[in-house]
Nanobody, 122 residues
Framework: VQLQASGGGKAQVDGSLRLSCSGR?????TGWFRQAPGKEREFVAG????????SYADSVKGRFTISKVDGTGTVDLQMDSLKSEDTAVYYC???????????????????WGQGTLVTVSS
């Protein structure tokens, strides 16, 4: 298993949750994706190998923060101001290479962790 996701659970609207992705640290980009029932898997956030470049989906910009934990390579996703529409199974994934908008395409990712369920309710 190359990647392991953890930290999902239940939260109230406007609440917070923190997800963690551990395992292989040498990916060009590590991303978080999510998939809600009946919907396609969508990009949430990504971070490059150095931790110096991050990217976010418009739907989470300003509410979610992706970061690398110093010394461990773990990639965290801090989710604040949660909305009911954030409810989904969240996956972390790693790609050995991607470029531009391709880094938001799940088909560009080589390895996937197991999903972790996030449920946001009022």
């Amino acid at each position: 298993v190359q990647l392991q996701a953890s930290g999902g659970g239940k939260a109230q609207v406007d609440g917070s949750l923190r997800l963690s992705c551990s395992g292989r640290t040498s990916y060009y980009v590590t991303g978080w994706f999510r998939q809600a029932p009946g919907k396609e898997r969508e990009f949430v956030a990504g971070i490059d190998r150095t931790g110096g470049y991050t990217s976010y989906a418009d739907s989470v910009k300003g509410r979610f923060t992706i970061s690398k934990v110093d010394g461990t390579g773990t990639v965290d996703l801090q989710m604040d101001s949660l909305k009911s529409e954030d409810t989904a199974v969240y996956y972390c994934a790693g790609t050995l290479y991607c470029s531009g908008d391709k880094c938001r395409d799940p088909f560009e990712y080589d390895d996937w962790g197991q999903g972790t369920l996030v449920t946001v309710s009022s």
